[in-house]
């Protein structure tokens, strides 16, 4: 059974800093490349961050660059967002995503994160 757990949000003032965490397990973890996607009220869900099977590359949205860093533990199946310096639009529920080495897409429940203005 696959399942992705996110944790992590909360409510946060602008210029604070949340860590989200994403516990993997039913697949292949460290084959997978994980990203994290964010959906604002009354907005498509737009990707935020990523990063690939190696931890070699990362990618992120111009909106986070510079302040939001993605990483993996493969050893303990988990992939993070640390986000500093947070403002209010990036207020969001935030989802794990992962796609395995056969293509295949899992998303998690989502976690809220709260900026308020």
């Known amino acids: 059974q696959v399942q992705l757990v996110e944790s992590g949000g909360g409510l946060v003032q602008p210029g604070g800093s949340l860590r989200l965490s994403c516990a993997a397990s039913?697949?292949?973890?460290?084959?997978?490349?994980m990203s994290w996607y964010r959906q604002a009220p009354g907005k498509e869900r737009e990707a935020v961050a990523s990063?690939?099977?190696?931890?070699?590359?990362?990618n992120y949205a111009d909106s986070v660059k510079g302040r939001f860093t993605i990483s993996r533990d493969n050893a303990k199946n988990t992939v993070y967002l640390q986000m500093n310096n947070l403002r209010p639009d990036d207020t969001a529920v935030y989802y794990c995503?992962?796609?395995?080495?056969?293509?295949?897409?899992?998303w998690g429940q989502g976690t809220q994160v709260t900026v308020p203005s």
């Open positions: 995503h992962a796609i395995t080495y056969g293509e295949v897409q899992y």
């Open positions: 990063i690939n099977r190696f931890s070699v590359a990362t």
């Open positions: 039913g697949f292949t973890f460290s084959l997978s490349a």
